[in-house]
Each structure stands twice: as structure tokens, then as C-alpha cells.
């Protein structure tokens, strides 16, 4: 698992909320509980709080920067922050929404660890989730083409290889008689500002593991390589640069 950087990851606070914000909006319930799987930093429990303004809201996350700065930040009574793995998450009781945004990308059997979360939503409960589409797109080709080569193979095998999962993966997946499934995909076409902003985008998450393996030396030559190649693969316009992210939601009610 890569160490998470919460002040570089909140730099594209506002492009990263958005397909939360596209989630939130389909869940059809008024939950009493919400647990948010991945929840990063705690900046997404306010859109939770907004929607849901009584509900009680815990968020889990595996990695002690995202949960501390959660901590840090939180001024509600009703939010709770707990350091936890998804794929061994077992709430006491079930819970009416669990929630995740960008998150089951990263645990490593993703397709047997979501559809097993299942058995923690509530009768007439909500599973919600959006993860990442974009293992073809160029940011993630180009990162394990050069990952894959001299001299840096030797040090980041099978790290640069994110587990992204298309909609009609997850509809067969998932796809049950008790339940009611709202499944879809949208690319987001960011428009980015400032210098190689799909470098410092991708550099506060999918290409972490792949920096953070490389030792001090070999870490600055593969960045001006990755650079360079994300220049050329994203133009700078004079508008700025667009950066098309595809993601996959889902949806899924518990028939009571
Ligand atoms: C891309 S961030 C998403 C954060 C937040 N949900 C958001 O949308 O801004 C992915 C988060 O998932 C967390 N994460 C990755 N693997 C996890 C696991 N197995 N269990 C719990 N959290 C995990 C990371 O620590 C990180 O905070």
C-alpha cells in the first residue's frame, strides 16, 4: 500500500468530490447509519451531512495520514474516523448506507471483497460506490510502460498495475435477485491548470506506489520521463489541459 499524502491528494479537492457528489444524489434511501469505505481526509462526510443532516456517519480508512488529518478536521458530533481494511470491515450491526468513493481500486481482490460487503447493508439498505475506469487511458499506459522498462523494472514490478473496473463488470458482478441495481459510467473531462497537472493528479494517487518504490536518483529520471511523456499524450491548450476520467458507479438497494 502506498503512504497517502492527504495536502497533495486535497489539490484536486474539487475535481476528486465531484463523482461523489453524482453518487450521492442516485442513493435512494434516508439512511439512519452510513459508513464511508476509503474515506480519505473526511472532506466528503460534509456532502454527507448536507444530504443526510441526522444520520450518524463513521469513515474507515487504512492509511493513519488520511485518518489523523480526519481527525484533525472534524468538528462533527455524529462523524466517527476509525482506521480500518475494507476487505476485513465487519460492522457489529448493518449498516443502512455503505458508502465508498475511488477507494476498492485499491484493495487487491476487489471483486470478491464487494460483492461480500453485501452482507453488512440493512433490509431495504444501500451498498454506493464509484471506482475509477481508466486503466486504459494514457496516464495509466504510460505509467507501467515506463515503469516497465531499464532501470526502473527492477523496482517496481507489479506496482504500477491499478485494478480499474468497467460498469458491465460490476452489473454481471453483482446482479441478484434481492437486489435493485443502478449501475452506469461518465467520463469526467477535467480541465487542469498550471504545470503537468496530470502529473500531480496521478502523482497523488495511482502512481504513488510506483514513486515511492524508486530510490532517491532513479525516482527523479522516471519523473521527467513520465512527464514528458504525460505532456505530449495530454496537450497543454491555451484553456488549459483536459484530463478524460472514466468511472463506474453503482448503486445497489437491499429489497426489504
Ligand atoms: C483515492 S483515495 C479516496 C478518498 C476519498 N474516498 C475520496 O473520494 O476523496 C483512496 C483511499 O482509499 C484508502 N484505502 C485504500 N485501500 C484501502 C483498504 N484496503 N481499506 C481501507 N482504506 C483503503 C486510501 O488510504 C485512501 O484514503
Redesign the pocket.
Known sequence: ??R?DPTL?LAY?SE??R??LDLVARVPIAPRTIV??????G??SAVLRARWPEATITG????P??VAQALRENADASTRYE???????APPEPVDLVV?????????DQLEVVPRLRDHVAPGGVLAF?VPDNHHEPNHTLLREIAGRAPYAEHTTGLATVRTVSPATYLDLLVDDAWDLDVWGTTYYHLLEGEDPVFRWIA??GARPVLQALPPGLREEFTEEYKAALREAYPRKAYGTVLPFPRTFVVAKRRV
Open positions: 500500500m502506498p497517502w491528494y479537492e476528486r468530490a463523482p461523489f464511508d469505505l476509503g474515506c480519505g481526509p472532506h466528503l474507515v480508512d487504512s492509511s495520514e488520511m482506521q480500518g481494511d475494507i476487505a476485513a470491515w465508498s468513493n475511488a477507494a476498492f481500486q485499491w484493495v487487491p464509484q497523488g494517487t
